[in-house]
């Protein structure tokens, strides 16, 4: 590391503590309505006052509850190495998920993905180095209804190493999902002990825990499978104006997933992830590259880390519909701001038009984005005094420290390489290649890297495993 | 202040998002026996065209498009009972049921339709979230409803849309309602898999939609 980490505040400490005071107080006061039988059961069992489903928490066990999670969680790849580091103010990052459409990018057209597309998307993140997760991040049409959230794993752990983040969309996926990921694991003890994936939790706003949002909650901590929280208030409409009250109202929501997952296992893993917006208050739209949404992303995962838990948040996101200039700025200024706050699963490469459609072009686009802020982020380094002095005495002897020492040394360290995407050629070369837009170049990479062999061979056995769990589900009526 | 004068700031009191004034308005209206049907037409209903105008020109934005429409509704309560004691009646644009579908509890966008709508004088009934088919379906006969409009934000919930326009097959009354959808992720492809009869992209557009619908 940098001898700064390059950081971004925007609360402190005195308003982090007065923002988690009322948040408590608001769970004790307005209480929180939960949806789920099981989890009204566990409240009731240790006394929360309740009326109509709605739970008004005591201060006092929310705190107690947060005193079991674990502050970082390693993830692990399919064939069970460590891979991400979800602590301190490390960063990952995943594509956007369950987007319900995709831009065709042979034909410029937005329409529903299919299974191929997913199979495709999935083997083009698996090489890409700088977004080190995958995500369930297309809702194919072609499988059926039942099936469109374990689907989606199983086709993600065919294709690719990486962890993988993740969620339900019926209660009932919950144990075909676990089934699909002990294909991977010796043992429920050997899952929960080298998590494979992500599941995304979403409350409801303002102050609602749905039944299907809950469960999952329940069914990851049963086997300390790591939940992600998503609270996601819309400032303006189901939230505060405020950006404080925004933050104030998904501390709130999130610390009852603490309070749910914590009664279930104590110590059960949980990130502190959220996709807030303001509310674009012509269109009525949920813009997340709105410079607002960005600034609650960042207090609401600085909240997070002031209840030592990991982070997550969706940003790098864009709003535009095509990758275009807008996508740029906004998944750049996203990107950037969430590696400057230390949010450890950041989650929106790929994504454009409200989280609701996926493109490859930008996902390629973004791998650039993310590998510049992970380069930011690590900051300058010392290597040593003098810095530059002794170098300078020997640039008089060679008039060039291309084939310096240090050059060689370090250059690798210190730079960041682009992939042809980028055009850092001169004008002549860049028209001699036929004056492509980034856009373009992304395009052409495609191909290129779906003719790469998958970075690791899934293992011949497994992959049969899966593929008989898959048709067992899709065939019997437990889909 | 002669009577075009206080239809005037009746508009005004609307387009100025000024609750007092628009209810001491229609208080005064009660007051002075004023022709009703003509205050809500030239005065709370020129105020609440010229409020869609404003946002349609971009220099209002929701929560002032929102603000007005809950005003004019409130006007409009003060005068109903007024306009029912003197045998006449604010006439409805349609009857419209409102309801976020089984599975789904995100009512805001369904709750700023339901607002536009009684704004520009229809009948709404809104059955809230989580509602099941069948319960939309028996409530939109029991309510002798023109329009079902039935609302979804999750893709995983929008299927159960389909459901309505199955139920109302099933029972040999398709015809007897027009159905839209509405939310983010619902498209005219959707809409034309599933044999509705429209949906909007926001809640003026839901207004007109159901307009052109009504005729």
């Not at chain 2, 037409?41 to 929701?62: A, Y």
Request: glycine share 8%.
């Amino acid at each position: 590391m940098g001898i700064l980490r390059p950081k971004v505040t925007l609360l402190n400490e005195e308003y982090k503590k007065k923002i988690f005071e009322e948040a408590t107080h608001i769970l004790e006061s307005l209480g929180v309505l939960i949806e789920n039988k099981n989890a009204e059961t566990l409240l009731k069992e240790v006394g929360v006052p309740n009326q109509n489903q709605r739970y008004f928490i005591p201060s006092d066990l929310v705190k107690k509850c947060l005193t079991y999670p674990p502050h970082e969680i390693t993830m692990y790849d399919r064939e069970g190495n460590p891979n991400l580091f979800l602590k301190e103010d490390k960063i990952h990052f995943d594509p956007g998920s369950a987007a319900i459409f995709i831009l065709d990018e042979k034909t410029g057209e937005i329409r529903e993905p299919l299974h191929q597309d997913f199979i495709r998307f999935t083997q083009i993140v698996d090489q890409l180095a700088n977004i080190e997760a995958q995500s369930t991040s297309l809702v194919y049409s072609d499988v059926p209804k039942d099936a469109q959230d374990w689907h989606r794993l199983y086709t993600t752990l065919k294709y690719s190493r990486k962890p993988i983040v993740t969620g339900t969309f019926r209660k009932e996926s919950f144990s075909i999902m676990n089934e699909l990921l002990l294909t991977c694991r010796t043992s429920e003890k050997d899952l929960a002990e080298k998590p494979l994936a992500i599941f995304d939790a979403c409350p409801s706003p303002p102050l609602s825990w749905s039944d299907l949002t809950t469960q999952s909650v329940i069914d990851a901590a049963e086997r300390m499978i790591p939940s992600e929280f998503i609270s996601m208030p819309m400032s303006g409409a189901n939230a505060p104006i405020t950006l404080i009250g925004s933050i104030t109202q998904h501390c709130a929501e999130s610390l009852a997933g603490v309070v749910i997952s914590q009664l279930v296992k104590k110590g059960a893993p949980i990130i502190w992830g959220g996709s807030p917006a303001v509310m674009d208050m012509k269109h009525g739209t949920t813009p997340m590259g709105a410079i607002e949404t960005m600034m609650i992303d960042i207090g609401d995962a600085e909240m997070g880390k002031f209840l030592n838990l990991p982070t997550h948040a969706y940003m790098s996101l864009s709003d535009s519909k095509i990758p275009d200039a807008q996508a740029g700025l906004e998944a750049g200024m996203g990107a950037l701001l969430a590696g400057l706050t230390g949010i450890n699963m950041i989650s929106g490469p790929g994504m454009l038009d409200f989280e609701s459609c996926q493109s490859i072009e930008k996902l390629l686009i973004d791998n650039e984005i993310a590998g510049m802020v992970k380069r930011f982020v690590e900051g300058i380094h010392d290597y040593g005094s003098p810095f530059a002095e002794d170098i300078l005495k020997d640039y008089d002897q060679t008039n060039e420290l291309l084939s310096h020492p240090s050059t060689l040394q370090l250059f690798r360290k210190e730079l960041f390489f682009p992939s042809p995407i980028l055009a850092r050629m001169t004008r002549d070369q860049w028209k001699s290649t036929g004056s492509l837009s980034s856009r373009k170049r992304a395009r052409l990479e495609i191909n290129n890297l779906l003719a790469k062999p998958p970075q690791v061979e899934l293992d011949a056995s497994r992959s049969k495993e899966l593929d008989k769990l898959s048709s067992e589900y899709l065939s019997s009526g437990k889909k | 202040m002669d009577t075009e004068e206080i239809y005037r700031e009746m508009a005004n009191s609307i387009v100025s998002l000024d609750q007092e004034k628009a209810v001491h308005l229609a208080n005064q209206a009660l007051d002075e026996s004023m022709d009703l049907l003509q205050v809500i037409e030239k005065g709370f209903g020129e105020g609440i065209r010229k409020v869609g105008d404003l946002w349609d020109e971009g220099e209002f934005f929701l929560p002032e498009l929102m603000s007005g429409a809950q005003i004019m509704e409130k006007a409009v309560d003060i005068i109903t009972p007024g306009l029912q004691s003197s045998g006449s009646e604010r006439q409805s644009s349609g009857k419209v049921l409102l309801a976020t579908i089984e599975g789904d509890i995100h009512s805001i966008g369904k709750t700023i339709v339901a607002t536009m709508l009684k704004a520009n004088g229809f009948q709404v009934v809104d059955l809230g979230t989580d509602v099941k088919a069948e319960k939309i379906v028996d409530e939109a006969i029991k309510g002798d409803i023109d329009i079902i409009g039935v609302s979804t934000l999750l893709t995983t919930t929008m299927v159960n849309q389909k459901k309505v326009i199955d139920l109302l097959n099933q029972k040999n009354i398709r015809n007897k309602f027009k159905v839209i959808f509405g939310g983010a992720p619902v498209t005219q492809g959707w809409v034309d898999e599933c044999g509705a009869d429209g949906y909007a992209e926001n809640a003026v557009e839901s207004v007109k939609l159901v307009k052109e619908l009504i005729q």
